[in-house]
T-cell receptor
Framework: DTAVSQTPKYLVTQMGNDKSIKCEQNLGHDTMYWYKQDSKKFLKIMFSYNNKELIINETVPNRFSPKSPDKAHLNLHINSLELGDSAVYFC??????????????FGPGTRLTVL | DQQVKQNSPSLSVQEGRISILNCDYTNSMFDYFLWYKKYPAEGPTFLISISSIKDKNEDGRFTVFLNKSAKHLSLHIVPSQPGDSAVYFCAATMNRDDKIIFGKGTRLHILP
């Protein structure tokens, strides 16, 4: 049983396209996150949701829009993809609202390549 | 602005010896530190953490040491095993915040 799953695992697309990455967790956690790991290997928080409420919204372009239909899902939609969006995107979840001290469980990542 | 720095991109250690991974931070407000381990094609997994009120936390073969005055922490793995070969991310946070700041990671190779 995969605790945090992401689809797709790989995504190759053209500049200007719109794409979505889906994330689901079956841990019963209240908080979910999206991280971006860029070419320099930095793993940076983008968003977090607690019970479908946006908690963290880092400075990311508004082309990125997270959507949480329920607390087990947090999808990431990206409009008008740019070359610089190429990265590995990780979804994560944690039990409580305080994602900094609660253990976060990560998905396997989605490698996005924008051509 | 790198608030969490892992200056060694990679480290090779003989199996059975001690692995020491280092991490420095710049923000004195950080009060909780974590180490995550990552295998290729997988997401990071939590390994061990330490609160700033402590200077050492041990869990089996893994020990994290915190030197607040030097703004430095280290992860010791002893004895090192082949399955320890992975990328190790140091991370830090502050109690009033909700987000974790990660370092760039150090790739550890355990040599047979």
């Amino acid at each position: 049983d995969t605790a945090v799953s992401q689809t797709p695992k790989y995504l190759v697309t053209q500049m200007g396209n719109d794409k979505s990455i889906k994330c689901e967790q079956n841990l019963g956690h209240d908080t979910m996150y999206w991280y971006k790991q860029d070419s320099k290997k930095f793993l940076k928080i983008m968003f977090s949701y607690n019970n479908k409420e946006l908690i963290i919204n880092e400075t990311v372009p508004n082309r990125f829009s997270p959507k949480s239909p329920d607390k087990a899902h947090l999808n990431l939609h990206i409009n008008s993809l740019e070359l610089g969006d190429s990265a590995v995107y990780f979804c994560a979840s944690s039990q409580g609202k305080r994602g900094n001290t609660d253990t976060q469980y990560f998905g396997p990542g989605t490698r996005l390549t924008v051509l | 602005d790198q608030q969490v720095k892992q200056n060694s991109p990679s480290l090779s250690v003989q199996e059975g010896r001690i692995s020491i991974l280092n991490c420095d931070y710049t923000n004195s407000m950080f009060d909780y530190f974590l180490w995550y381990k990552k295998y290729p094609a997988e997401g990071p997994t939590f390994l061990i953490s330490i609160s700033s009120i402590k200077d050492k936390n041990e869990d089996g073969r893994f020990t994290v040491f915190l030197n607040k005055s030097a703004k430095h922490l280290s992860l010791h793995i002893v004895p090192s095993q082949p399955g320890d070969s992975a990328v190790y991310f140091c991370a830090a946070t502050m109690n009033r915040d909700d987000k974790i700041i990660f370092g760039k990671g150090t790739r550890l190779h355990i040599l047979p």
